[in-house]
């Protein structure tokens, strides 16, 4: 006579930071007739988070990006740690839509203000959990218009990474940290007029216009770093 394995119970690993949103987000999922079942895993960092995924193979992974100050290479790591990678669903408090892009560009399947209301953040669970790409409902009319020029948010925001050049991002790193186009050109052995060539194509493929939004980016990217 066999016996039968159990099945690996359905479950989702919240990387939230605040003890009382994540405790309110675990509740809305106990009181979900469609999540209440699920095991709730919780990750202080993603270093845990990548073992958690590894050995339990959650449905989702939520990432409250603001509140932990996490940078678009964190998601991709996310992704990557285990096969089949769980999608992830980012909580942020940025709405501009460089943000979003990144964030979608990283490997998330879903992006949420952290305004978004328990039931919205349970809705985003479950529909990234059955493979869809989904956007907080605050951000579809300013970010892609009124009809989204027939566009699903999958079209407008693939998963896949924008590529910048080497020197796009060397760039934009260097400018991001308060650099001229002088001492940028110095450094890096360039003219200014290629550095500034280098600085308008990098921040155009990110859909960034300004110095602060190019900072901001740098933030989420943790490109902080020292610069060696």
């Not at 509740?27 to 079942?37: M, V, Y």
């Not at 409902?137 to 218009?145: D, E």
């Not at 280098?198 to 300004?210: F, I, P, Q």
Request: overall charge neutral; hydrophobic content about 40%.
């Amino acid at each position: 006579m066999t016996t039968r394995s159990e099945p690996i119970a359905n479950s989702v690993l919240l990387l939230i930071q605040q003890p009382c949103f994540r405790r309110g987000v675990q509740a809305a999922l106990r009181d979900n007739p469609e999540t209440s079942t699920w095991i709730v895993h919780e990750a202080p960092n993603p270093k845990t988070a990548c073992q958690i995924v590894a050995d339990h193979h959650p449905l989702a992974v939520v990432v409250d990006i603001s509140g932990l100050a996490i940078s678009a290479l964190d998601l991709v790591r996310f992704t990557r740690c285990s096969t089949p990678t769980p999608p992830v669903l980012t909580i942020s408090t940025f709405t501009q839509r460089y943000s979003v892009q990144e964030a979608f560009a990283s490997g998330a399947a879903g992006y949420l203000l952290a305004t978004a209301s328990l039931d919205e953040i349970v809705r985003a669970i479950t529909s990234v959990s059955r493979g869809e790409t989904y956007l907080d409902p605050a951000l579809v009319v300013p970010i892609m218009g009124l009809d989204g020029d027939g566009e699903t948010v999958a079209e407008q925001f693939p998963r896949s990474p924008i590529k910048l050049t080497s020197r796009e991002a060397d760039v934009l790193r260097r400018f991001a940290h308060g650099f001229s186009a002088k001492e940028i050109a110095r450094e890096l052995r360039l003219s200014q007029k290629s550095v500034e060539t280098y600085k308008v194509r990098g921040a155009t493929k990110l859909g960034l216009e300004s110095r602060a939004q190019i900072v901001r980016f740098a933030q989420n990217c943790g490109w902080f770093a020292p610069i060696h």
